[in-house]
């Protein structure tokens, strides 16, 4: 299992990606930080992004495909990464094996 981090410009739709991911069986689950502050360094000097970050808990098999359909959507520019869930209770587990396409 894995927490796959989106980092959308505000000019895009966080609730359709979360919608999108949701109806394909590809996320169980997905929060969105409004206004997230991102901090860089760039040729060097310090760059400050704002972002809408979506957070959406799935199974680390499945990442590819949310990639690829939020790329389709928004564009390749789209920042993406995953971070592993070590650990869970059975509740949790249950939910994003139940909620997401099985493998």
């Known amino acids: 299992m894995v927490n796959v981090i989106i980092y959308l410009d505000k000019k895009h739709n966080t609730k359709e990606v979360i919608r ?4 394909e069986k590809l996320i ?6 409004e206004n997230n ?5 760039e040729k060097g000097s310090i760059t400050e992004i ?5 957070t959406a808990q799935s199974k680390s098999l499945l990442f ?13 520019e789209t920042p993406i990464n995953s971070i592993p ?6 509740t ?10 099985p493998i």
């Open 85 to 90: 869930i070590i650990g869970s209770n059975k």
């Open 37 to 41: 502050v991102f901090y860089k360094s």
């Open 64 to 76: 590819n495909d949310i990639v690829k359909q939020v790329e389709k959507l928004i564009g390749e």
């Open 50 to 54: 704002v972002y809408n970050v979506i």
């Open 28 to 33: 169980a689950s997905a929060s969105i930080d």
């Open 20 to 23: 999108l991911l949701l109806e």
């Open 92 to 101: 949790f587990d249950n939910s994003i094996r139940s909620k997401t396409i």
